[in-house]
């Protein structure tokens, strides 16, 4: 079983539609969960960082996270083509950060 | 410096040869962690330094890999004889601790080619 497990895509969302991203995780130890998102050819920006059961806001990301079910995921509201990008889950494992392979998401204008 | 810097930002060597990447760390980070991205692959964990503790290595795909942090600044990651499956995107990345709540900031990349 991988660490951290993305559907690869690509999902494709019309544009001002929410976009919904959502990962796996195998380690019940991990207790810290990023989003990052990477745009081609770019290296990879923190956009959301969540540690405690349920929702955490910011604009129009929200990160939400279920430690018993061992998911967490993102969503994006009134999507935009800039969102358009490849959106990595990571998540700690003892001092360090452990990234899924990413999902594309694309935004339809 | 302001962000974490990484160079160089390309290159490309002929198999067999040896390779260095450098990565200079946000002053005042003590944690600093490299991995490698291949083609349409996620991030793979390689190395992390932590101040002056021993680094974690157990992410070097081989012994042909190595690198070390002088002076827990600038970190130089080293391919010895480089083959065509070390082509990838090596990104550096610092943090100010290793739980720090935001994560790390990574560099640009250098983007290796092993002709």
């Known amino acids: 079983q991988k660490e951290v497990e993305q559907n690869s895509g690509p999902l494709s969302v019309p544009e001002g539609a929410i976009a919904s991203l959502n990962c796996t995780y195998s380690d019940r130890g991990s207790q810290s969960f990023f989003w990052y998102r990477q745009y081609s050819g770019k290296s990879p920006e923190l956009i959301m960082s969540?540690?405690?059961?349920g929702d955490k806001e910011d604009g129009r990301f929200t990160a939400q996270l279920n430690k018993a079910s061992q998911y967490v995921s993102l969503l994006i509201r009134d999507s935009q083509p800039s969102d358009s990008a490849t959106y990595l889950c990571?998540?700690?494992?003892?001092?360090?950060?452990?990234f899924g392979k990413g999902t594309r998401l694309h935004i339809l204008p | 410096g302001a962000g974490v810097s990484q160079s160089p930002s390309n290159k490309v060597t002929e198999k067999g040869k040896d390779v260095e990447l450098r990565c200079d760390p946000i002053?005042?980070?003590?944690?600093l962690y490299w991995y490698r991205q291949s083609l349409g692959q996620g991030l793979e964990f390689l190395i992390y330094f932590q101040g002056n503790s021993a680094p974690d290595k157990s992410g070097l795909p081989s012994d042909r890999f190595s690198a070390e942090r002088t002076g827990g600044s600038v970190s130089t990651l080293t391919i010895q004889r480089t083959q065509q499956e070390d082509s990838a995107v090596y990104l550096c990345?610092?943090?100010?601790?290793?739980?720090?709540?935001?994560?790390?900031?990574f560099g640009s990349g250098t983007r290796l080619t092993v002709v």
């Open positions: 990345a610092s943090s100010l601790n290793p739980r720090d709540s935001y994560g790390y900031t």
């Open positions: 002053s005042g980070h003590t944690a």
């Open positions: 969540i540690y405690s059961n």
């Open positions: 990571a998540v700690n494992r003892d001092d360090k950060i452990i």
